[in-house]
């Protein structure tokens, strides 16, 4: 925990540069305070630039050892630092830590840079690169990472482009940092009350509940609240009958990022004029070219040609929904169009008459802790490995628990944290990362990992019940956790997650499947109250309502992936208008008027919060056509945990970081490489895929 009011410490007392002597040397984050990290930043980037300066000086002949083992093994200390603030002001932040955040991470940018811009080491690299005899293959796959990352940095430029690539990655953490403190105040700062049991109508018990909760811990005077926690959102949208009530709630969540202090729209506006900057001195014609580059996808082309075999099935299908809502509501009697406030509160009603099936039937039979213990059987299951609870880990938060991780021969791999309800101190969304990446460079280092989620918190003590689509969420950050937790290279570059940004939702998104199988739905998916399992009938209705609402779910994710796209392939973005593009950029596509986008730009942190998914949404459903395919391996066998499938996902995915180009190591697990098929199919976008 954090406590901002303490005095300053010395610096010998600083447990961040301290050993830490914790279980599985967990950073102490009970004896971890704000003031900390400035002094351990300090000292940590110091150490580091020492590192790489006697790197770069060295006399002798550049070898794999003396270079690239050697930057492998610098800057442990700013890694564990780093580590140790991000994840706090992810998930617990306060003022102290926002402080610090604001005035770290343009420094930390300027550090990486000037490594990565390094005159010295850049040719010890490229040296080494043109005689690459007596390298295994993970050696020569970090060395290529390395040539790759310092190229695309600027190495190879002059000093003036140099100079000027410096310039626009400090400018650009700092308007990364601003747009998410921003979102960050929006979500803090709104909450819809709830009073009457009037403004309750239509919502089950288990929303209500979660009202109840959220105000009670943002200390309202109001018995209920809704806040803008997706989580806390949705489900109102849904259920909510109080129509003035889902338009009051719709219109603060989509304006996130665009109100007054917050206004995102001039941070856009500025980075996306720097981006495409910074790619024409890399000699790309845009961001999106320059980023992609580096991908799977290679070419914006190839990721947009994707986004458009989707986008038209996709929109013919939401439109022919709304057409059946629209029905609906003039049925009811109602005089009004279908709105973007109503369309998830109409789904659901469509939902009931189609499938048979209302959301607030399938919840009573997903308790948190019984999804959690699903996500961890599932991985015994296809991997072997164990999980028991550990309580004698620091954690950051009181909510937060600690698991440790076992290979099936016992072996210890690391420690699973699980960070699941929302709270004021949290950003929205759900996240993995990490707290120590796996690497076996001097020793087998074991990876420390994080699920952060946003749940509604039931009252203290009482059982929680999470939505289906939660449930999905918690087994794809699962999914992500395991792809660091069974890591097993040498290198720290490669280590993990540590892929191409349209590989690395493999992981998460193929993990998400084996939620909806019967094998795991009949054991863990049990009624809160009579502890009787899910019936088959209604295990039946869920997996066939899998394609409802796809062409809603479809439009405003593609909708988003188009719009960064279109952002990031600007050849020149001076005097950019943010508001007005987006606009134009949805007219294009035809966007529905009843629909929003999943992430409207002001408030889009994947895309704007930094660069990693920036020209990067489209990435999910990349990932998403191998994913269908990689789990139609399994299903091919008749067993959806067949071993020797999941002995090759194992050894070319989960344990393989970055070991290997991802389409190397996809067509080593299948074979093949995949084809949008599956995809289209399990989306029930396929032109013969009949309405559900
Ligand atoms: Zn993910």
């Not at 403004?199 to 018990?205: K, N, R």
Request: proline fraction near 5%; include cysteine.
């Amino acid at each position: 925990m954090i406590d901002a009011s303490s005095p300053s410490p010395a610096q010998g007392d600083n447990p961040l540069l301290a050993d830490w002597t914790t279980p599985f040397r967990a950073p102490p984050f009970g004896a971890i305070r704000p003031e900390h990290f400035a002094p351990a930043f300090d000292t940590a980037l110091a150490r580091h630039r020492g590192e790489v300066a006697a790197i770069a000086a060295e006399a002798a002949t550049p070898t794999f050892g003396n270079t690239i083992g050697a930057l492998e093994r610098s800057g442990r200390t700013l890694s564990r630092v780093s580590a140790a603030f991000f994840a706090l002001v992810a998930a617990h932040s306060n003022d102290a830590l926002l402080g610090i955040e604001r005035d770290i991470v343009p420094r930390l940018a300027a550090h990486w840079d000037a490594i990565y811009m390094n005159q010295a080491l850049f040719r010890r690299i490229e040296a080494l690169r043109r005689d690459q005899s007596g390298l295994d293959a993970e050696e020569a796959r970090v060395l290529d990472r390395y040539f790759v990352t310092f190229r695309r940095a600027g190495a190879g430029l002059d000093a003036a482009a140099r100079g000027r690539l410096a310039e626009i990655g400090e400018r650009l953490a700092v308007l990364g940092t601003q747009f998410s403190q921003r979102v960050l105040a929006d979500e803090q700062g709104y909450t819809l009350p709830l009073n009457t049991e009037d403004e309750l109508a239509g919502l089950p018990a288990h929303v209500v509940e979660a009202t109840r909760e959220a105000a009670r811990e943002r200390g309202l005077a109001s018995p209920g609240a809704v806040t803008l926690a997706r989580s806390s959102v949705e489900p109102f949208l849904q259920f909510s009958r109080r129509r003035d009530l889902r338009e009051k709630a719709f219109r603060a969540w989509i304006a996130r990022g665009e109100g007054g202090a917050s206004d995102n729209r001039p941070v856009i506006a500025e980075m996306v004029r720097l981006r495409s900057e910074k790619a024409r001195l890399l000699g790309y014609p845009t961001w999106a070219h320059y980023r992609l580059d580096d991908a799977m996808a290679k070419t914006p082309e190839a990721a947009r040609g994707l986004l458009s075999k989707v986008w038209a099935p996709a929109r013919r299908r939401a439109l022919a929904d709304r057409d059946a809502m629209q029905e609906m509501i003039r049925a009811e009697g109602g005089n009004f169009a279908l709105a973007p406030w109503d369309w998830r509160y109409y789904a659901e009603k469509l939902r009931r008459e189609r499938c048979d099936l209302g959301e607030g039937e399938i919840e009573p039979y997903l308790g948190l802790d019984r999804m959690i213990e699903a996500a961890f059987e599932t991985a015994r299951r296809l991997f072997g490995i164990t999980v028991t609870p550990r309580n004698d880990v620091p954690v950051w938060h009181p909510d937060v628990r600690a698991w440790e991780v076992r290979a099936p021969d016992g072996r210890h791999l690391g420690l699973f944290f699980g960070d699941y309800f929302a709270r004021p101190s949290k950003r929205s969304g759900a996240w993995m990362s990490t707290l120590r990446e796996q690497d076996k460079l001097d020793g087998e280092v074991r990876p420390l990992v994080f699920n952060v989620m946003n749940f509604s918190k039931g009252r203290d003590g009482e059982l929680v019940l999470i939505s289906f689509e939660d449930a999905r969420t918690l087994f794809h950050e699962f999914g992500h956790a395991l792809h660091a937790l069974l890591s097993d290279v040498t290198y720290p570059l490669i280590s993990g997650t540590g892929v191409a940004t349209d590989f690395v939702e493999l992981p998460s998104q193929l993990y998400e499947h084996w939620l909806e199988t019967p094998e795991i739905l009949k054991a863990f998916a049990t009624h809160h109250r009579t502890g009787e399992p899910m019936p088959d009938a209604l295990i039946a209705k869920l997996r066939a309502a899998r394609t409802f609402n796809q062409g809603f779910t479809t439009v405003e994710y593609v909708a988003s992936a188009i719009v960064d796209l279109d952002f990031h392939s600007l050849e020149k973005a001076d005097g950019l208008d943010a508001a007005a593009f987006e606009r134009a950029a949805l007219d294009r596509i035809g966007m529905p008027e009843e629909i929003v986008m999943r992430h409207r730009p002001p408030h889009f942190s994947h895309v704007f919060a930094g660069d990693h998914y920036s020209a990067g949404y489209y990435s999910y459903m990349w990932s998403e056509v191998l994913d269908a395919d990689a789990f139609n391996a399994f299903q091919e066998t008749g067993n959806v945990f067949d071993r020797a499938t999941a002995e090759r996902l194992y050894r070319y995915v989960y344990s393989a970081g970055g070991s290997r180009a991802p389409d190397d190591a996809y067509t080593a697990f299948r074979g093949r490489l995949p084809t949008e098929e599956a995809l289209l199919k399990r989306r029930g976008l396929t032109e013969a895929a009949p309405a559900p």
